[in-house]
């Protein structure tokens, strides 16, 4: 496709915190089981949730447009980044939520406070540079939209 609302496979970051928690806790899983609950409704829930987090990770990056968000050229302020500075995270988040209650795996779960502190440390840095990258722009977008939810 082309044109500024084109999809780019590179906007599409996987979080590495979040990936590597959702390995090894999966890795846990299957050495050493823990089930949430064993309930239909808790698979059935993660995987609402991992819809969830797909359709706001796809909104992201459709809000991008064809942007490249490691070295972005403006401010992307529309779409979902108008209720969250870090959608794409908050996206990733509810996946591996999900994920982990589809497969009723306590494992990542446990290890999710881990991956959030990582997330968060990497977001405070990507937050740093769009600072210095866009001055008053940025810090007037910060002011009025919350970092996460």
Do not use: C
């Amino acid at each position: 496709m082309a044109g500024s609302r084109s999809w780019r496979w590179r906007n599409v970051p996987v979080p590495e915190p979040h990936l590597a928690g959702l390995v090894v806790g999966l890795l846990l899983q299957r050495r050493w089981p823990r089930q949430l609950s064993g309930r239909p409704a808790v698979r059935i829930g993660g995987v609402a949730l991992l819809a969830a987090g797909t359709a706001v990770v796809v909104w992201a990056t459709a809000s991008a447009g064809s942007d490249v968000l490691k070295e972005p050229g403006r401010l992307v302020t529309g779409g979902p980044y108008a209720h969250s500075r870090n959608p794409m995270y908050v996206g990733w988040t509810l996946m591996y939520v999900g994920a982990a209650a589809a497969r009723d795996a306590a494992w990542p779960l446990l290890l999710l406070p881990g991956v959030a502190a990582a997330t968060h440390r990497q977001v405070r840095r990507e937050e740093a540079a769009l600072a210095a990258r866009f001055g008053a722009g940025f810090e007037a977008y910060a002011t009025r939209v919350r970092r996460y939810l």
